[in-house]
């Protein structure tokens, strides 16, 4: 039996039946676990909805009564029937009204409550899942998650469901009313439900391929937009603004050339129903004009037979919309729910082991990782870093040196074997302790939205300013914030408060600095800092990293000199392992790279 897990069917279009099944099941069951919370208001909301369409529908059968018994008697100076059923007309369509706008707040508040639940879960999903899942799954595919295909549904839940209720209900009463008013115009209309049933199909089968074309011509336009403004310094970069245009220009084409098609569907569609539905009224008018002669009905049942014929084909061209609104926010709700089924591939321990004041020791015990099976980055590696001790990581690139780092970091866990942290598997740490004892800054130090001491809080959310200035002191921030147009307050992501990529390298610097952990890692964290930042930052370095485990990842081998250690990776394994001062001083490969970079400073 296959199995399709998450969202490994997302791509596929080449599901098998069973597949396919489990995968309705999966949005079927996500569906329930909304609209379960609000099955007293459903019920309600429907219960307005027969109501309101009951009211409706009575309309013409109280002309008709108003016709055939009101007039009359009014002509016979009695005045009471036409004064009884206008005010029954009146009452009615008060009434109706007040059901609809009932109705209306009960519908909008269903889909607003499912769609907040549901944006929420899939914010809430997107974080939970770890590092792995977003390493494969793009932000593009994870913004149409939220955006797109949480519109879509929000189409269904706004007018497609209520249309598709309401508009069977009205065709239903109208259907019933006029078979009870008047059987043989009922036989007429039932006469016209032939080629309405062909041209409904028609319509059908056309527009769902039709419109499948114009969501995925849709979803290309939105993914070749993000993908160009995510990399927008490379297009500067490399001129690629007009081939990029004309690329999109193709793809707005094919969206702008399938919405024509879809509308050219319903030029066929909408007049087709006009035509059957006034067909049908012509056909009643003249029987029924006939019966009225013949004496066989009264002209007030005419009329009212009239306007049901006519009223019935209203809701038609909104309840074949309803088809394709199904149709997208199922495709939507499928592949919500393929993200929400993700489990983290780091998950948390069921048990966590508490590690309240962690001294940082750091040990990898025949670890072998691979981040996809079949290529092993790290085979059986084994480390001992002891508490406080400096390490400088260096090798050439795709050494495996980041890979090292998240699995300290514990964005990985270990294929094979464990690594631990005073002796406790990081798996059963407990997450807080293990964020609060071990932090990793990287090359990209990403700031959010928000005020410079904002961003430095993140490290320590309970911060008062003057740890977070004093924080921003050791690593030589204070000096630039100082200068920014508001200082601490200025907020990073405006224009004039930008900050330069060395800046935002402090920046998180001192965030880390302020979170205190024992364990820092600096992945080529020092790389963007210019020569006379990058020694004052390694000053402030150097007192603060003497009671703690740091690792740092660097190419620049001036950074080494602060380090207890050196140790040189090269494919997945440490080559060479000694203090800065052995290594430089002995014949391997650091003691060359160190001369070669020396020579480079003469
Ligand atoms: N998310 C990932 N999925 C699959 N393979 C990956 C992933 N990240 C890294 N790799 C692979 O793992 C190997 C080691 O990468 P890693 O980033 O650890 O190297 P590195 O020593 O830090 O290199 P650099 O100095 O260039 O940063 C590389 O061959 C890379 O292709």
Redesign the pocket.
């Given at each position: 039996m296959s199995v399709v897990t998450g969202v490994t069917g997302e791509e596929r279009d080449d599901l098998n039946r069973a597949e396919s099944t489990q995968v309705r099941r999966r949005s079927q069951v996500l569906l329930g676990s909304l609209l379960s919370p609000l099955k007293r208001r459903i019920v309600l909301t429907f219960a307005v909805v027969v109501v309101s369409t009951a009211a409706q529908v009575a309309g013409p059968a109280l002309i008709a009564l108003g016709i055939d018994r009101g007039v009359p008697a009014l002509i016979a100076g009695d005045a009471m029937p036409v004064a009884l059923t206008t005010i029954a007309y009146i009452v009615l369509g008060i009434g109706g009204a007040l059901l609809i706008g009932w109705y209306t707040l009960l519908q909008a508040k269903i889909s607003q409550a499912v769609l907040f639940d549901l944006r929420r879960r899939v914010f809430r999903q997107t974080q939970r899942l770890s590092?792995?899942f977003h390493?494969?799954y793009t932000s593009g595919r994870i913004i149409s998650r939220q955006t797109s295909d949480l519109d879509s549904i929000r189409e269904l839940l706004d007018s497609g469901v209520s249309n598709l209720v309401s508009g069977v209900l009205y065709m239903l009463g109208t259907a019933i009313a006029l078979v009870v008013i008047d059987p043989m115009s009922g036989a007429i209309l039932a006469g016209a439900l032939v080629p309405l049933w062909f041209l409904t199909r028609w319509f059908q089968t056309r527009s769902q391929i039709r419109f499948r074309r114009t969501r995925v011509a849709s979803a290309r336009v939105i993914v070749k937009f993000v993908e160009t403004m995510t990399g927008i310094r490379a297009v500067k970069a490399f001129r690629t603004e007009p081939a990029n245009d004309r690329v999109f220009a193709k793809d707005v084409e094919e969206h702008r050339d399938s919405n024509a098609r879809v509308i050219r569907l319903f030029g066929i569609y909408d007049p087709g129903l006009v035509l059957i539905g006034n067909v049908t009224v012509a056909i009643v008018l003249l029987v029924g004009g006939y019966r009225v002669v013949d004496g066989g009905i009264q002209i007030g049942v005419l009329l009212a037979a009239l306007l049901y014929s006519r009223r019935f084909f209203d809701p038609m061209e909104e309840m074949a919309m309803f088809y394709n609104s199904y149709q997208s926010a199922a495709a939507a709700l499928e592949k919500i729910s393929g993200v929400l089924e993700e489990e983290p591939t780091v998950p948390d321990p069921a048990h966590p082991v508490e590690l309240r004041a962690a001294r940082g020791a750091l040990r990898f015990d025949e670890v072998t990782f691979?981040?996809?099976a079949g290529?092993v980055?790290l085979p059986s590696f084994d480390l001992d870093i002891p508490a406080g001790q400096v390490i400088a990581l260096v090798?050439?690139?795709?050494?495996?040196?980041?890979?090292?780092?998240?699995l300290i970091s514990r964005f990985y866990d270990p294929t094979i074997g464990t690594v631990t942290l005073d002796g406790i598997d990081l798996r059963s740490l407990h997450p807080k302790d293990l964020r609060r004892a071990i932090v990793m800054v990287t090359q990209e130090s990403y700031l959010f939205s928000g005020s410079v001491a904002e961003n430095i809080a993140l490290g320590k959310p309970d911060a008062t300013r003057e740890q977070i200035v004093s924080a921003a002191r050791a690593v030589g921030a204070h000096e630039f914030i100082e200068l920014l147009p508001n200082g601490y307050d200025t907020d990073v992501n405006k224009r004039g408060g930008r900050v330069s990529a060395g800046q935002r390298q402090l920046i998180s610097f001192a965030r880390a600095f302020l979170a205190d952990p024992a364990v820092l890692i600096l992945?080529?964290a020092t790389a963007s800092l210019d020569i006379p930042s990058e020694r004052a930052v390694q000053e402030a370095l150097q007192t603060l990293l003497s009671d703690r485990t740091a690792i740092i990842?660097a190419?620049r081998l001036s950074t080494v000199a602060i380090a207890d250690r050196v140790l040189v990776?090269e494919h997945?394994r440490i080559v060479e392992d000694g203090t800065p001062a052995d290594l430089i001083g002995g014949t391997g490969r650091f003691a060359s790279l160190h001369a070669a970079w020396r020579d480079s400073l003469v």
């Open positions: 590092l792995e390493e494969s691979g981040y996809s290529r980055i090798g050439s690139t795709g050494a495996g040196k980041t890979t090292l780092a998240k992945d080529e990842i190419h990776m997945g």
